[in-house]
């Protein structure tokens, strides 16, 4: 094989490979913003089909809503429908659940109204009624609900039902043994 093919079919090669990642890359973006139009910022959008699936599941504060990997999904009291308000700092401890994760039908027990948001950055966010949907940091595994009924970022953070309705009980709070807590 002569050096110029060489170099042409490693240049195809990486040529495609450069356009894989780019893809990955963009997929990405899409996956955790969904896409849209940044003139749009805080307007309600229709529903689109997505790749992973939103379920109902038992979780330390009951069944509620959660995204593909198991996370449990919360709304902020301080947002309102169509609307966020969790940026900067709060979206880095609340991440906002991405739109991808919008399922081309209702799942099982999901009877809520889904739907997308694009947010102030431009990229898009699943709604439950309107409402913004997050995850929270501090829920290390699939079933957990810490951030339940916590005052952070500004208000009031709450797990959601399938119906939409946001769940106010606080899990059960008993001390451990060693007398520690949540430490928040």
């Known amino acids: 094989m002569s050096r110029q093919?060489?170099?042409r079919h490693a240049a195809r090669y990486l040529?495609?490979?450069?356009?894989?990642?780019?893809?990955?890359?963009?997929a990405g973006c899409g996956s955790s913003s969904g896409g849209g139009s940044a003139s749009t910022a805080g307007a309600q959008a229709p529903?689109?089909?997505?790749?992973?699936?939103?379920?109902?599941?038992?979780?330390d504060a009951?069944?509620?809503?959660?995204?593909?990997?198991?996370?449990?999904?919360?709304?902020?009291?301080a947002d309102t429908k169509g609307h966020t308000t969790c940026t900067g700092s709060c979206a880095t401890y609340w991440?906002?659940?991405?739109?991808?994760s919008l399922p081309g039908s209702s799942p099982q027990?999901?009877?809520?109204?889904?739907?997308?948001?694009?947010?102030p950055d431009g990229t898009m966010q699943l709604?439950?009624?309107?409402?913004?949907?997050?995850?929270?940091v501090g829920d290390s595994k699939p079933g957990q609900a810490k951030g339940q009924g916590l005052n952070e970022s500004g208000g009031l953070w709450?797990?959601?039902?399938?119906?939409?309705?946001?769940?106010?009980?606080?899990?059960?709070?008993?001390?451990?043994?060693?007398?520690?807590?949540?430490?928040?």
């Open 158 to 184: 709450w797990v959601v039902s399938g119906s939409g309705s946001w769940v106010k009980d606080k899990p059960s709070t008993k001390a451990p043994a060693d007398g520690g807590g949540y430490g928040y």
């Open 127 to 136: 709604t439950v009624d309107g409402f913004p949907m997050y995850t929270y």
């Open 95 to 100: 991440p906002p659940t991405p739109a991808g």
């Open 15 to 26: 040529g495609t490979g450069a356009a894989l990642v780019l893809a990955a890359v963009l």
């Open 5 to 7: 093919h060489s170099a």
């Open 62 to 77: 009951g069944k509620v809503l959660v995204d593909p990997h198991g996370r449990t999904l919360y709304a902020f009291a």
């Open 109 to 119: 027990g999901v009877t809520a109204a889904l739907g997308q948001i694009t947010r």
């Open 47 to 59: 529903a689109a089909k997505a790749t992973g699936t939103l379920a109902v599941a038992p979780t």
